[in-house]
């Protein structure tokens, strides 16, 4: 007997109704890019390992996908590489390609690539899947989609605030509340420096980034372990937990970072971009939280997160400011920002909270019944101007008795079965039935769209 079949940890499939919902949230967030100005491209699953290595951290190099070159992929390697077993050493040997971890620097790949086509500043967004070798747990997958919008080629601190408001809108759009985070990578700086650790700040800002996930002391314990003193920890932990409004937060660390002038400038990127806000009219809540780091070296200005305010999930969107990600590639001084929706968190929470549109499905609206060749030919033109109306159609494949017929229509929701038989046939009308109600309707054969609609 043949073994069940599974997929991956991490993977999912997706019904049809599932499906649905999830192109709703794609469409969703296509509507709201193309609103505010943003071209889609597409770039391919896979990249160079060299496009993909040393841009996430030595954390995000571990959770690369690579792919095993095809062919002879021993060759040229010793036998005394083998028997190492230094599985870095030899997988950079088996593979020169991986699967995308996210897709920034495949952007930023792209943009150097393809720098003489494009007008700048460069509004782009992409909707595509991308891999993570992470552990799967509740709301993290190994395989999953992101909806990224970012903008090249403008220093303006304008870009984040109209980033921060395109988040605003679609989250509106869902009905989902949330709060959006707001931090600077300078401030990060700041406080390194003021700690007296500033050699130590990705250490730092590795660690702080998980304090939602493992708590306050496990974050000091992680610090020490890198080598940060425990004065410099004392001197963070007040810091990082500042209380107060924004503009309470900001004046504090005005005070704290008075000698640091990437502290400082990082203050001033933050209050324009919170004073530009409109908060008043916003649906998100706006918060500044010094927590915030962003694991992800690339970072270099303003971070963002966003969280549900209903639900218990991580971040379901993030993003940032990075001011020379096209420098490793060749194209220094392009600076860029952007945000990521994440998909799969979003389509959990609305799952959650139930807030999918009823109509969210989108799918057959008419079947038309089948019980022989007279009916089937009978139905066919009626089923094309159905069709040519706009009205998700189709006919049963097989004659079969009227019961499995109409626990076809049941099983995939559809409202309406056209019923056709001798007795239609000789008056030229169709029987429809209401699937919700249970009522039926003998409608003149040529104004069937016109019912529905």
């Known amino acids: 007997m043949a073994s069940k079949p599974g997929i991956p940890k991490g993977t999912r499939d997706f019904s049809p109704v599932e499906m649905a919902k999830r192109n709703y949230i794609f469409n969703t967030i296509r509507e709201a890019f193309h609103l505010f100005g943003y071209e889609q491209i597409e770039t391919p699953s896979m990249e160079l390992l060299s496009t993909l290595m040393g841009k996430y951290g030595e954390e995000g190099d571990k959770l690369l996908f690579k792919i095993q070159n ?5 060759s040229g390697i010793t ?6 077993r230094n599985a870095a050493k030899l997988a950079s040997k088996f593979c020169e390609k991986g699967l995308r971890y996210d897709l920034t620097v495949p952007f930023a790949r792209y943009v150097v690539m393809h720098r003489d086509e494009i007008a700048f500043p460069f509004k782009r967004y992409q909707i595509q899947p991308v891999w993570r070798a992470d552990r799967p747990q509740k709301g993290r997958y190994r395989e999953f989609y992101q909806c990224d919008a970012d903008v090249v080629g403008s220093d303006s601190l304008l870009n984040e605030v109209e980033l921060m408001n395109l988040v605003d809108n679609v989250f509106r759009r869902f009905g989902i509340n949330v709060c959006i985070k707001i931090n600077n990578r300078k401030i990060l700086t700041g406080i390194a420096e003021y700690v ?4 130590k700040i990705i250490d730092i800002t590795v660690a702080i980034d998980k304090l939602d996930k493992i708590g306050l002391d496990n974050v000091n314990k992680e610090l020490l372990e890198k080598g940060i003193s425990q004065e410099a920890v004392d001197k963070l932990q007040p810091v990082i937990l500042l209380e107060g409004s924004n503009a309470e937060k900001l004046a504090k660390l005005k005070e704290i970072l008075a000698t640091s002038e990437t502290g400082l400038k990082g203050i001033e990127e ?3 971009v919170l004073g530009a806000l409109d908060t008043e009219s916003m649906h998100a809540k706006v918060e500044l939280d ?3 780091a962003r694991g992800l070296n690339y970072y ?3 971070i963002f997160e966003v969280k549900a305010l209903d639900v218990q999930i991580g971040s379901i969107t993030g993003g940032g400011r990075y001011d020379n990600l096209t420098g490793v590639f060749g194209l220094k001084g392009i600076s860029g920002v952007g945000i990521s929706f994440g998909a ?3 389509f ?3 799952n959650q909270l139930d807030l999918y549109p009823k109509d969210s499905r989108n799918g057959t609206k008419v079947l038309f019944t089948n019980f022989g060749e007279n009916e089937m030919r009978y139905s066919l033109p009626l089923l094309k101007q159905l069709r040519e109306a706009g009205i998700n159609s189709e006919i049963f494949p097989d004659s079969s008795k009227l019961k499995k017929q109409m626990s076809y229509a049941n099983n995939k929701a559809i409202p309406y079965v056209a019923i056709i038989g001798e007795n239609e046939m000789n008056e030229n009308k169709v029987t429809l039935k209401n699937m919700t109600t249970g009522e039926q309707q003998l409608v003149d054969a040529d104004k069937i769209a016109e019912y529905i609609l």
């Not at 036998?79 to 190492?84: C, F, G």
């Not at 007296?196 to 050699?199: H, I, L, M």
Request: aromatic fraction near 10%; glycine fraction near 10%.
């Open 70 to 74: 095809s062919g002879d992929y021993f």
């Open 79 to 84: 036998d005394e590489e083998l028997l190492s």
């Open 196 to 199: 007296g650790e500033a050699d």
């Open 270 to 272: 933050c209050e324009f």
């Open 290 to 292: 010094l927590t915030l």
């Open 300 to 302: 270099t200005g303003s």
């Open 344 to 346: 799969d968190r979003i």
């Open 348 to 350: 959990d929470v609305l």
